[in-house]
């Protein structure tokens, strides 16, 4: 059997054949961070009433539009539950049988993950729900990324054909 | 390839040698490991006061995943405190090169046994009762427990890390991912090691590897055994670029491709279960026996044997039909499990940041109250928050899917002869990226 030749064996690296990272990284943050305008919708007063039991939050999948007041009603049908907001820091917390109340302005635009703040059990840490307040912008950009991850991939491999090794 | 030989810094090499640093790692994870098991046997009920939880699935499995295997190949192995009992006893001695003074049956391990079956079928377990594992500190423990004494008793009877090669789904998942991390141990000179008619460097290999004949860093577990025997310094310890396993001449197997498919739909039906706002889902994969659960087990097999490997079929049959080579399907199914590596790493780390970056506000107080009796060792607030995905960690989330693809692709286009044939594999690639992207960000 042919031994492989020498691992420890180094040749110098061809950077040049991955010039075109720049530009393509460059592309990549432009994807993922320029501001689009979102469609706009005129504000409303939203009242949603949520029912929290152990471990789902019902309705767990909610749509607003950015700019919205939002009044939550939250509702627990066994123990005692929490409701809690990413990046808004708006929480609740509501006594079984009884409704907790708040309002908040959904001024940041994106999908976030409502979760239950009330140790209640042994699935509490993944009783989680979703808010989207707007279109989901992040996901469009993913996909656009992941074309871009082809492109990058098919002009990556034809450098190295071209290249030394 | 470019290689860096770490052993040629004295320094590195002294490190490297010496058993005594890795004995001292290995005696932390021992302790550490035991420890574990009586905090989840005796320690709070509440899995998020517990160490054992908060350790085994926040802490440990992050770190597997975003440190050890990415930055470092299967290093974990190298300092995992489960097969160490028994190879003590195998050994005759703690810091004793393996040899003939120990005591153990030392069978060798069955033919039919062989390859990482098993491995992907004890995946498959931890997705069907990982609901209930990850929530109940007291089994954790047992099932760690479990793990510690299986090590024991099967290194009594078969040689070497039989357990760790054939059987430890961790160890699986280590060493598929492996191929694609940054660290290799690999002979420097191949002629010195074809003159040396002992083979010391074999004899001494917990893993039952040559060094000469290593190819992949997949069945290597990186315990430095070889280095410390070889009489000719001939062991190279490289940092090497990632995916060096990953090529068109790699031999691979076909056991891998399924192995791949296996760690991909727990990734699928994990991210479904932990991060998705589907409570019923949740419910069904705890509530281990009833109606819904069988419902959950079924779907999650069909999705783990059924659906994945179908699509995996059928890209890898249309990319053998666009070839000049009359390669047989098996062979083109175990070539091209090589797409499945990258794309799985960078899904579970993209699933692990998900995941852990909420719970990481659970560490410290299960620090400084283990057992969750209400002590506070280290005199923190120990009052842990909900915790909450930031922009940061979803933008972190989507690079991750990003790059996974990239990579996955690169290799199905450097592992094919014209783009059309890698296309398939591409489009599978594309198909499971966008999946686990609505899974973590949609
Ligand atoms: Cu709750």
């Not at chain 1, 912008?137 to 990324?145: E, S, T, V």
């Not at chain 2, 460097?201 to 410390?228: D, I």
């Amino acid at each position: 059997m042919p031994m492989e030749s020498l691992p420890y064996k180094t040749t110098p690296t061809n950077w040049k054949r991955w010039a075109w990272v720049i530009p393509y990284a460059g592309l990549a943050l432009l994807i993922l961070f320029i501001p689009l305008p979102l469609p706009f919708h005129a504000p409303q007063d939203r009242l949603l009433r949520i029912e929290a039991s152990s471990f789902q939050f019902t309705p767990g999948e909610i749509q607003i539009n950015p700019g919205d007041r939002v009044t939550i009603e939250l509702v627990s049908t066994d123990v005692v539950h929490g409701f809690s907001l990413d990046a808004y820091g708006f929480e609740l917390k509501a006594d079984p049988g009884q409704t907790a109340t708040g309002t908040f302005i959904a001024d940041q635009a994106g999908v976030f993950r409502f979760r239950c703040s009330v140790a209640c059990g042994n699935l509490h840490p993944f009783m989680i729900g979703k808010l989207q307040i707007g279109p989901n912008l992040l996901f469009f950009r993913g996909i656009a990324l992941g074309l871009l991850a082809i492109s990058a991939a098919l002009i990556s491999v034809r450098n190295v054909s071209r290249g030394t090794t | 390839m470019t290689r860096l030989d770490l052993t040629r810094s004295p320094r590195a090499l002294a490190l490297l040698r010496s058993r005594w640093p890795q004995f001292l790692l290995r005696a932390i994870t021992l302790a550490g490991f035991i420890f574990t098991i009586l905090a989840g046997l005796m320690g709070s009920v509440v899995g998020s006061h517990n160490f054992a939880i908060i350790f085994v699935w926040i802490a440990w499995w992050t770190a597997l995943k975003l440190a050890f295997i990415p930055f470092g190949g299967r290093s974990w192995c190298s300092i995992c405190p489960i097969p160490m009992p028994g190879e003590w006893l195998q050994n005759g001695g703690i810091l004793q090169p393996r040899g003939s003074m120990g005591i153990g049956l030392g069978k060798r391990w069955p033919k039919v046994l062989r390859g990482t079956w098993i491995q992907a079928g004890g995946f498959l377990l931890i997705g069907l009762f990982g609901a209930l594992t990850l929530t109940s500190a007291k089994i954790t423990a047992i099932v760690l427990l479990f793990i510690l004494v299986l090590a024991l008793a099967l290194s009594l009877v078969f040689e070497r890390r039989s357990f760790c090669n054939y059987l430890c789904p961790i160890g699986g998942f280590s060493g598929l991912y492996a191929q694609a991390g940054p660290v290799e141990l690999r002979v420097k000179d191949t002629d010195i090691c074809a003159a040396h008619i002992e083979k010391t460097c074999y004899t001494a290999c917990p893993w039952g590897q040559y060094p000469l004949a290593l190819k992949s860093s997949a069945n290597c577990g990186l315990c430095m055994e070889c280095l410390r025997v070889c009489p000719s310094e001939n062991i190279a310890v490289n940092l090497r670029p990632w995916g060096s396993d990953l090529g068109p001449k790699t031999k691979h197997r076909i056991d891998e491709a399924f192995l791949g498919l296996v760690m991909l739909a727990s990734a699928l039906v994990d991210s479904a279960i932990f991060l998705g706002p589907w409570g019923q889902l949740k419910s069904a994969a705890y509530n281990i026996g009833s109606p819904d659960w069988f419902l959950f087990a079924g779907a999650f097999l069909i999705t783990a044997l059924g659906i994945l490997p179908g699509l995996y079929v059928g890209a890898t049959w249309a990319a053998n039909r666009f070839g000049s080579t009359n390669a047989s399907l098996r062979k083109s199914l175990a070539h091209y499990s090589q797409v499945l590596v990258p794309l799985g790493l960078m899904v579970w780390i993209a699933f692990t940041i998900s995941f852990a970056f909420v719970k990481f506000g659970y560490v410290l107080p299960v620090v400084t109250d283990p057992l969750g009796w209400g002590w506070n060792l280290l005199g923190l607030t120990k009052s842990a928050g909900v915790g909450e995905t930031t922009s940061f960690s979803l933008v972190l989330q989507v690079a991750m899917l990003t790059v996974g693809l990239f990579w996955s692709s690169r290799v199905a286009l450097r592992i094919s002869e014209t783009i059309r044939q890698a296309a398939p594999l591409i489009a599978f690639s594309s198909l499971f990226t966008m999946a686990m992207l609505w899974l973590l960000v949609g």
